[in-house]
């Protein structure tokens, strides 16, 4: 099993930034694949970032450019640094991660994870 903690989300004006933060504990490893999704009300779960255990990444169009995911395998924490923040980023912001043999691979779709933790709301104001 692996508990995930999701914190550091907040309100903030557009433009501005946040750094998202996830603690890992558990059965956890640094081969394992993670990934961040959110959910804005009344829509499905979306695919933001992911990070493969060799540290290659994946964005989502939409954050391309603006968001970058990175983790620190010795603090078992994933980060999301979002800057330049629209008011069409407010949404739930989850991570997940997948135990993987494929320590090179990237997973971009909510059913490909096996563990979530409770969310961080960020609220971005115009």
């Known amino acids: 099993q692996v508990q995930l903690v999701e914190s550091g989300g907040g309100l903030v004006q557009a433009g501005g930034s946040l750094r998202l933060s996830c603690a890992a504990s558990g059965r956890t490893s640094s081969s394992y694949a993670m990934g961040w999704f959110r959910q804005a009300p009344g829509k499905e779960r979306d695919f933001v970032a992911a990070?493969?255990?060799?540290?290659?990444?994946y964005y989502a169009d939409s954050v391309k450019g603006r968001f970058t995911i990175s983790r620190d395998n010795a603090k078992n924490t994933l980060y999301l640094q979002m800057n330049s923040l629209k008011p069409e980023d407010s949404a739930v912001y989850y991570c997940a991660t997948k135990p993987t043999i494929y320590y090179f691979l990237t997973y971009t779709r909510p059913r490909e994870y096996d563990y979530w933790g409770q969310g961080t709301q960020v609220t971005v104001s115009s």
């Open positions: 990070i493969s255990g060799s540290g290659s990444t």
